[in-house]
């Protein structure tokens, strides 16, 4: 079965400063990757996804992840974080073909200090 | 881009009652959709996948008569939560697929319901 682990509940930044944060998936086959944020009470935003080809990939808000086989990981990065980016960002691990829905992790909030 | 809507956004509702909740696609065809559930401070936990025309699967430990779901077409789908307990006061959220996974999955804004 497949899983996300996201390891940081909380993560507190500086505005401007840069941010990481970390998710390690277990699947069997080549994984489908999603990152997404969510603000209090609201549904999901698409950050960026991973499928295949360029292990480096960029989304919207200035947000980028990296795709590490080796190290089965998915770490979304910004190089300056602003004040609305404080929000809860998921991780999620999907199956070809999209039949099975998506197995999320825990999630990380983050904080943004000014 | 692909939007989804979900109605509505909150409802409280007494015990013992049902409430329904509706996920549309409104500029694809869905043929797949998925409802989660998300408690307070927690992830989003898959309940079950509903294909257009035919029954819901759901996962385990979710209990298929007490979340009656339908995708009678391929733009709506539907979930109701029958005989309403506090326990079931919660987040839900739908997500639909358009054709294939590249397509990404895109989620409505989900629903707060709250039992009383």
């Known amino acids: 079965a497949q899983s996300v682990t996201q390891p940081d509940i909380h993560i507190t930044v500086s505005e401007g400063a840069s941010l990481e944060l970390r998710c390690n998936y277990s699947?069997?086959?080549?994984?489908?990757l999603f990152w997404y944020v969510q603000s209090p009470g609201q549904g999901l935003q698409l950050l960026l996804k991973?499928?295949?080809?360029?292990?480096l990939v960029q989304g919207i808000k200035g947000f980028e992840a990296e795709f590490k086989r080796s190290q089965s990981s998915f770490n979304l990065r910004k190089p300056s974080v602003h004040w609305s980016d404080a929000a809860e960002y998921f991780c999620?691990?999907?199956?070809?073909?999209?039949?099975?829905?998506?197995?999320f992790g825990k999630g990380t909030h983050l904080i943004i200090q000014p | 881009g692909a939007v989804v809507s979900q109605h509505p956004s909150w409802v409280i509702c007494k015990s013992g009652t049902s409430v329904k909740i509706e996920c549309r696609s409104l500029?694809?065809?869905?043929?797949?959709m998925f409802w989660y559930r998300q408690f307070p401070k927690q992830s989003l936990m898959l309940m079950a996948t509903?294909?257009?025309?035919?029954?819901?699967?759901?996962e385990q430990g979710v209990e298929k008569d007490k979340f009656l779901i339908n995708h009678a077409s391929l733009t709506l789908s539907t979930l109701t939560v029958t005989s309403a307990h506090p326990e079931d006061s919660s987040f839900y959220i739908c997500?639909?697929?358009?054709?294939?996974?590249?397509?990404?999955?895109?989620f409505g804004s989900g629903t707060r319901l709250t039992v009383v």
């Open positions: 699947y069997g086959a080549t994984p489908y």
């Open positions: 997500s639909a697929l358009s054709g294939t996974v590249n397509y990404g999955y895109t």
């Open positions: 999620a691990v999907g199956s070809g073909g999209g039949a099975d829905g998506l197995t």
């Open positions: 509903s294909n257009e025309g035919s029954k819901a699967t759901y």
């Open positions: 500029d694809f065809q869905a043929t797949t």
């Open positions: 991973y499928f295949s080809g360029d292990t």
